[in-house]
């Protein structure tokens, strides 16, 4: 369904701002309880205000509502608790709807045609953008070159950004409009691809990005705003009643609050203010903010960056890789340096969340949050997080649940890399990598979520990956790696409570408990009954935040 169709049904299923009490009747409902157990129900009752009175049978939910309360008939449907994802990009997924869609280009040729039929259909942008290349599943063994990029765009500059966000492919206009030559030096954490004479190919990883970045046009206001319909109309769908956002700037902070002020922000947004000096001294000022317009947005973390990508090879490896031993990858920053910038957020009482793919990179975190919650232990209670966690040495596991840290993880990461991952890694270094059952047994609470835009943001679709470990077409028979797939209720928590508890939230989301917010879902099929292959086809049918139906199919 397109965004646009998205934007009308979400609108349609709006109500009104004020709404009376209401009762939710004949469900086939499952919750968790404050000892994360699952628990069904019937029926539960709302209040004015959004939250919750009571959870239970059809009876004892009736006896606590108040007179004159609204039923609405279930009519034996599924309703479970509203499904967070704890790692995600709002603005990014509104954005693809505006340049070239290349997740589904299974192919270099394909893709140009993609890029060029875009630039066609466009021709009053001053630059062509576009989203989602993966050159892994092109099997070409190297990257796509700017040369061939002009063969679809050499009028205008053209950048297109891969599907893990860590790489972008621009064409020649575009390198010279950003002034990028064989002479200009690779930046600190950053990588320019280049030729066997040093030119470069048109390919930036990581940090090397911001080169050509700060030669982009900003987007409008207009433009922001419909990227933040678009996204919010697609959480709703999908059945996402709360996402964290990982990584925004005072723009998009703004946009954020007027539309909870207004009344249109139908999803929780849990804000982490990006890695750039300039954003986090605007938006720091009035220090952590960890509840607006009665918990719509919170902004009271910190996102940074440790390191790059497997896909485009940044992320930092202790040795290195296996399929390219010239390079272990990139580190954003010195130990030193990344230190000072945790410090100076973790001093000023934020949540630090830091992406951490390679298993240097989650090293050097770890090291990080053991100096400084020895120099801040006041600051455990922030609950910090790395992000990703992808490749960690055996070692280093056991020290997450040591110093308290939650690794937010995306389940279908692991499925989408399966065919790379461990051409990057070996055959030792994968045994470490998207251990979910590892991480749990030592007693870690996993945050889960997509990074999307990068995959989907269907939260069934992570529940089906972390259950299975197996793509939305079932691949591979049997599941990659099955010995770390999660078991049902370990990943429905992860999706629930545990990420709720990521977000210090448990006490008001992530289940559906007498004084909590009435976000929940409505779904065609029962979650806990249908085979495990089948979870991902679940069909969101209503979505409801604070007791409002802000979606209906």
Not at 415 to 434: C, F, H, L, W
Request: charge should be neutral; aromatic fraction near 6%; glycine fraction near 10%.
């Amino acid at each position: 369904m397109r965004l646009t169709t998205l934007m009308l049904a979400l609108a349609a299923a709006l109500p009104a701002a004020a709404h009376a009490a209401t009762i939710v009747d004949n469900a086939n409902g499952y919750t968790l309880n404050a000892a994360g157990k699952l628990v069904k129900f019937a029926a539960l009752a709302v209040d004015d205000a959004g939250r919750i009175i009571a959870v239970g049978s059809s009876k004892a939910v009736a006896a606590k509502a108040p007179a004159g309360a609204t039923r609405v008939d279930m009519q034996g449907k599924t309703v479970l608790p509203g499904l967070i994802d704890a790692h995600g990009h709002v603005f990014g997924l509104g954005a693809i709807a505006t340049g070239a869609e290349l997740y589904s280009a299974t192919s270099l040729p394909g893709a140009l045609q993609a890029v060029g039929d875009f630039a066609r259909a466009n021709p009053q942008r001053a630059w062509v953008a576009g989203n989602g290349w993966n050159q892994e599943i092109w099997k070409l063994g190297r990257f796509p070159t700017a040369l061939e990029l002009d063969g679809a765009v050499a009028d205008r500059p053209a950048l297109m950004h891969r599907v893990d966000g860590h790489a972008v492919w621009v064409n020649s206009k575009a390198l010279a409009l950003a002034g990028i030559t064989h002479e200009t030096p690779d930046p600190a954490g950053g990588k320019i691809e280049r030729d066997e004479i040093g030119r470069p190919t048109g390919i930036l990883v990581d940090a090397a990005m911001d080169l050509v970045n700060k030669v982009v046009p900003a987007p409008t206001e207009a433009e922001s705003r419909a990227a933040l319909d678009g996204a919010l109309a697609h959480l709703a769908k999908v059945g996402l009643t709360s996402a964290h956002d990982a990584g925004i700037g005072v723009g998009e902070d703004r946009l954020f609050r007027a539309y909870a002020d207004n009344g249109k922000l139908t999803a929780r947004i849990y804000a982490m203010i990006g890695d750039t000096t300039a954003d986090f001294d605007q938006l720091s000022k009035d220090g952590p903010l960890q509840s607006y317009a009665n918990g719509l947005y919170a902004l009271s973390a910190v996102k940074l960056y440790s390191d790059g990508a497997l896909g485009s090879r940044g992320a930092a490896l202790i040795a290195p890789y296996s399929d390219a031993p010239n390079t272990k990858g990139l580190l954003f920053y010195k130990n030193e340096e990344m230190l000072a910038k945790m410090d100076k957020a973790m001093k000023a009482g934020y949540q630090v969340n830091v992406h951490a793919i390679g298993d240097a990179g989650n090293h050097q975190i770890l090291d990080a949050y053991a100096e400084l919650l020895k120099k801040y232990p006041e600051a455990a209670a922030q609950r910090h997080r790395i992000e990703h966690a992808q490749v960690v040495a055996p070692a280093d596991i056991p020290r997450f649940k040591t110093l308290g840290i939650i690794p937010s993880m995306q389940p279908t990461h692991a499925t989408s890399d399966q065919n790379m991952a461990e051409q990057r890694v070996g055959p030792q270094r994968i045994k470490g990598a998207y251990a979910w059952q590892t991480f749990l047994k030592q007693g870690s609470k996993i945050a889960c979520g997509s990074d999307f835009p990068i995959e989907s943001p269907n939260p069934l679709a992570g529940i089906h990956a972390a259950v299975t470990r197996q793509d939305g077409s079932g691949m591979p028979a049997g599941g990659w790696y099955k010995n770390e797939a999660m078991n049902l209720l370990q990943a429905f928590r992860c999706f629930t409570l545990d990420a709720a508890y990521a977000a210090r939230q448990e006490k008001d989301i992530g289940s559906l408990e007498a004084g909590k917010w009435a976000d929940f879902i409505v779904t065609d099929a029962d979650l806990f009954k249908v085979p495990a292959a089948s979870i991902g086809k679940i069909t969101v049918l209503q979505t409801w935040v604070a007791g409002k139906q802000v979606y209906k199919r």
